[in-house]
T-cell receptor
Framework: DAKTTQPPSMDCAEGRAANLPCNHS???????VYWYRQIHSQGPQYIIH???NNETNEMASLIITEDRKSSTLILPHATLRDTAVYYC????????????FGGGTRLMVKP | KAGVTQTPRYLIKTRGQQVTLSCSPI?????VSWYQQTPGQGLQFLFE???????NKGNFPGRFSGRQFSNSRSEMNVSTLELGDSALYLC???FGLGPGTQYFGPGTRLLVL
């Protein structure tokens, strides 16, 4: 699976959009971009995933650049409950369920 | 639909002992994966089971083992516990092999003294 690079920490004001970047410059054509988050002392939670098109669900939006070398997870209106570590994971979609977690980005949403 | 459940939630053991952790996946899910989370190493993949067969294994010593039953419930065992085995052990379930969307349980926090 391709390696990802994320900033170790970010702050965001409550009610504002949180934009979390992820660099995956060595991504292969058949690799998907997945985002999970882990709120303190809980198990990770799936957020969203995509291949090359932008994706949106009730939790977030995923913007993938045209060359697929980077992506941005957008939480449109961050709340205090969105404070968590966010993990960007790149992997193929048919090779088992193993996830390789990096260090992630610790997002702190402040009032 | 009930989520992934793990038992026990907390456990204290001493060095040299062995421990068994249990995971019940979401109903209908056939894949169970296990992860270890420590402050130093982060989240690391242990192994994955699908239809009672181990499909993938992470880079952990043979003291770490697991199995899956016909009802998809899974157990992992750690023998001859070491202080460094103190960690949060997470179980995740998914419907099949490789959709990537996994649902994690709350974890079992193991403390080895």
């Amino acid at each position: 699976d391709a390696k990802t690079t994320q900033p170790p920490s970010m702050d965001c004001a409550e009610g504002r959009a949180a934009n979390l970047p992820c660099n995956h410059s060595t991504i292969s054509g058949n690799e998907y971009v997945y985002w999970y988050r882990q709120i303190h002392s809980q198990g990770p939670q799936y957020i969203i995933h995509g291949l090359k098109n932008n994706e949106t669900n009730e939790m977030a939006s995923l913007i993938i650049t045209e060359d697929r070398k980077s992506s941005t997870l957008i939480l449109p209106h961050a709340t205090l409950r969105d404070t968590a570590v966010y993990y960007c994971i790149v992997r193929v979609n048919n090779a088992g369920n193993m996830l390789t977690f990096g260090g992630g980005t610790r997002l702190m949403v402040k009032p | 639909k009930a989520g992934v459940t793990q038992t026990p939630r907390y456990l204290i053991k001493t060095r040299g002992q062995q421990v068994t952790l249990s995971c019940s996946p979401i109903s209908g899910h056939r894949s169970v994966s296990w992860y270890q989370q420590t402050p130093g190493q982060g989240l690391q993949f242990l192994f994955e089971y699908f239809s009672e067969t181990q499909r993938n294994k992470g880079n952990f010593p043979g003291r770490f083992s697991g199995r899956q039953f016909s009802n998809s419930r899974s157990e992992m065992n750690v023998s001859t516990l070491e202080l460094g085995d103190s960690a949060l052990y997470l179980c995740a379930s998914s419907f099949g092999l490789g959709p990537g969307t996994q649902y994690f349980g709350p974890g079992t926090r193991l403390l080895v003294l």
